[in-house]
């Protein structure tokens, strides 16, 4: 089993920043692929960014350019760090965790991940 924890969120002004963690924890070295998803009130979630473990990375459009995931394997610990942030940024943030290799165009399917944590909300103020 892995348990994941999300932490960083909060409120900020449009064009501030955040960086989001999620910690992992048990049995952390089987996970291949983690992501990061959002929802927004009212809507479907959303992939936002996923790496794997070697680092190979894919954005979603929306936030190319602006956010940034990265992975430290030895601290079990996923990040998103989050610039130049606007107001539809704002979201319940999700950290996902797969331990199956996936074809990149499945890394924001929501099947494909095992693991999830409880989320950590962002919102940003115009």
């Known amino acids: ?19 989001l963690a999620c910690a992992a ?8 692929l983690m992501g990061w998803f959002r929802q927004a009130p ?3 979630r959303e992939g936002v960014a996923a790496i794997t473990r070697d ?3 894919t954005y979603a459009d929306s936030v190319k350019g602006r956010f940034t995931i990265s992975r430290d394997n030895a601290k079990n610990t996923l990040y998103l760090q989050m610039n130049s ?3 539809e940024d704002t979201a319940m943030y999700y950290c ?10 499945r890394w924001f399917r929501e099947s494909v991940y095992n693991y ?3 989320g950590t909300e962002v919102t940003v103020s115009s």
């Open 1 to 19: 089993q892995v348990q994941l924890v999300e932490s960083g969120g909060g409120s900020v002004q449009s064009g501030g920043s955040l960086r």
């Open 25 to 32: 924890s048990g049995y952390t070295t089987s996970m291949y």
């Open 42 to 44: 009212g809507k479907e």
């Open 55 to 57: 680092g190979s990375t």
């Open 85 to 87: 942030l606007k107001p």
């Open 96 to 105: 996902a965790a797969s331990n199956s290799v996936w074809d990149s165009v």
């Open 116 to 118: 999830w944590g409880q």
